[in-house]
């Protein structure tokens, strides 16, 4: 039994530990067992954590239920993955409260280059059926993952499309990977685990309860590269989603409805808000995401030679060029420098010819 996913298991388990505690206590100790061999003095001496948290880590002790995720994890062939996994969705980094241990069960990569997300109403009309089945057929050629929800409506549209059109689906559940809801789509489950799989962050025994699909909401946001809303009312979790991809910068697209229809008033104010770009056809996607597969040129500049680089442009441009291309979550993620730091790099290194950005927020050394 492997003693560190006990440990991992568990501080996804600790009262008051959150992911984005539990993302900072990883950084810090590296390994989820160090951080429970920590004293509690050295604990509380952290940013953040203090006595409360401390106390929380230091008492736990419900290790019992970790051995028994362990055992139902091993029946199932379920795929623990850890924040610190190198198969960890490096786009998910992006996002400060991304959860520290996901459960998947699937053949996909988590970490294709082109992800897209679909959301949508769950009462879609014929309209809306035919758009989502329209753009996913458009899309197959560029090699893309689809991720949805599988809630009813257009989630499972765009689930059932992908696999009609052997394109690899991805199902984020807001529940444990010992049910499906709705149950009605659990054959469809089994095509999607064929054909991709399911992710989520809960344990078995977990209920689809109201307040997990935001929860699910921020990783169907978070592991995309563009999320689309198909028919949207003007609340509701399709809204929510949208709201949270937008705080993760990511491109998102909305298909525009009539005036006064209900199940487009969603996505027009998306619209209207600037907050994602009409679509139309899958044509405006890949304009705008750089899928188009031509070549990207550029005017050819001599590189400067003798160039002085600081230990932290050094850093992250050794992490560009032995990752070729490489995304700018997995530089953050692998730099584990600030923002503002690594945008200051990387315009550094642009300048100087040494580095090329690509589309879909992409690095590349020359």
Request: aromatic residues 6%; positive net charge; glycine residues 6%.
């Amino acid at each position: 039994m492997d003693n560190e996913l006990i440990f991992q298991i568990a501080l996804s388990k600790i009262p008051h530990i959150g992911d984005v505690h539990a993302k900072t206590l990883v950084s810090i100790f590296n390994s989820a067992s160090a951080i429970f061999k920590t004293s509690k003095r050295q604990l509380e001496k952290i940013e953040g954590i203090g006595s409360i948290r401390a106390n929380s880590i230091k008492n736990f002790n419900n290790f019992n239920f970790c051995e028994k995720e362990i055992k139902f994890i091993e029946k199932n062939n379920i795929q623990p993955i850890f924040i610190s996994s190198e198969n960890y969705p490096k786009k998910l980094l992006h996002s400060a409260d991304c959860p520290v241990l996901l459960y998947f069960k699937g053949t996909a990569d988590l970490n294709k280059s082109k992800i897209i997300s679909v959301v949508g109403t769950r009462n879609n009309s014929e309209y809306g059926k035919f758009v989502c089945q329209k753009l996913i057929r458009e899309l197959k050629e560029y090699n893309i993952i689809v991720v949805s929800g599988l809630a009813y409506g257009i989630d499972t549209i765009a689930h059932q499309t992908s696999i009609q059109n052997n394109i690899p689906t991805i199902a984020v559940l807001a529940h444990g990977l010992d049910k499906i809801y709705p149950v009605s789509n659990t054959n469809l489950a089994k095509e999607i685990i064929e054909q991709g799989g399911l992710l989520t962050e809960f344990h078995s025994g977990h209920q689809p309860d109201k307040q997990n699909f935001p929860k699910r909401n921020r990783i169907t946001a978070g592991i995309c590269d563009a999320l689309i809303v198909i028919e949207s009312g003007k609340k509701g979790g399709s809204l929510i989603t949208a709201e949270i991809a937008n705080s993760y910068n990511k491109d998102i697209f909305a298909v525009p409805g009539r005036i006064g229809d209900l199940k487009s008033e969603g996505c027009n104010s998306l619209v209207h808000s600037h907050k994602a770009s009409i679509v139309q056809s899958s044509a405006d996607i890949i304009e705008q995401m750089g899928w188009n597969n031509t070549t990207i040129t550029r005017k050819n500049k001599q590189r400067s030679l003798f160039i002085e680089l600081t230990n932290e442009e050094n850093k992250i441009y050794t992490i560009i060029s032995e990752n070729n291309p490489i995304s700018l979550d997995e530089i953050m993620y692998k730099s584990m420098c600030s923002n503002s730091a690594i945008a200051t790099v990387l315009l550094h290194l642009e300048i100087n010819n040494l580095i090329v950005a690509l589309p879909g927020k992409l690095y590349k050394s020359i």
